[in-house]
């Protein structure tokens, strides 16, 4: 599925006091093109809801959930650094949030508090739409070890990838996802020893880490002395900027690159229907996205 023709809301944003909330909570959120995207989404169906972003410091995060709880919040999504230490305020998770170990999208059915994790259904179906690749066999590289990578990593062994190799500095993080994930497959799973050879030899490179991102666009995840070959397929999270740094040396290279801007479209979508019921309009949503990363 691709997305169509860019173009402009026809209509502006109603709001009125009662609507139902989404938030998006984290810390920082700097700029966010999620509230234009769902927002867009709630207009096109005609629907009583309003997104909008909420920073939330890592010290209050408790206190404020708390307040959420009372509030005619529908559900909020949820980001850096939150996605799993939220899962100690909430009534209830989900197998599959419960299984990758973090939450990205909690639900408020009158007050109890539900948690989802959309990342790794929307990364694995941005995988096959958006860079046309199944992963099933394939070996891969994986970049990042924290929330984002923990949902990446189980959804691409429960793709029946053929082998994972984990990296990141966090030594700690390293070594709690690579044991967890071969507590739970019998593939091969271990942690990077040879970054440059483990790439050499991967199909598919995904970087989960927040490297790059704005606004430290020059950064990049891989080291300067490791080159990609023209084969690999390189997957970056990052959606802003559009094209990363990662993606650049993977143009250079040759190779195809995916921006993460898929990937949030996508499990975005499938927190609409989450909060709303409704099937997402995934198009409107996609262009009106990619618009707001140009403002």
Known sequence: MQAGTLFPIPYPLRYNDLMKKCLLIGHPLGHSVSPAMHNAGYNLLNLDFKYSLLDIHPKKLKMEIGKLKMENIAGFNVTIPHKENIMSYLDEITKLAERIGAVNTVKNESG???GYNTDGPGFIDSLREDAGIDPENKKVVLLGAGGAGRAIGLSLCDAKIKSLIVFDPDTEKLEDLTSYLKDLFDIEIKKSEDLKKDIDQADLLVNASPVGM??????????????????????????????????????EAGAKGVSGLGMLVRQG?????????????????????KSALKL
Do not use: W
């Not at 690999?232 to 999270?237: F, G, H, N, Q, T």
């Not at 979508?269 to 996205?289: C, E, N, R």
């Open 269 to 289: 979508a499938l927190t609409f229907s989450i909060f709303t019921g409704q099937p997402a309009p995934y198009h409107i949503m996609y262009d009106t996205a």
């Open 214 to 251: 704005h606004p430290k666009t020059k950064n990049c995840p891989l080291p300067k002395d490791i080159k990609l070959h023209s084969n690999i397929v390189v997957y970056d999270i990052v959606y802003n900027p559009e094209e990363t740094a990662l993606l650049k040396r993977a143009k």
């Open 112 to 114: 109890k508090l539900i």
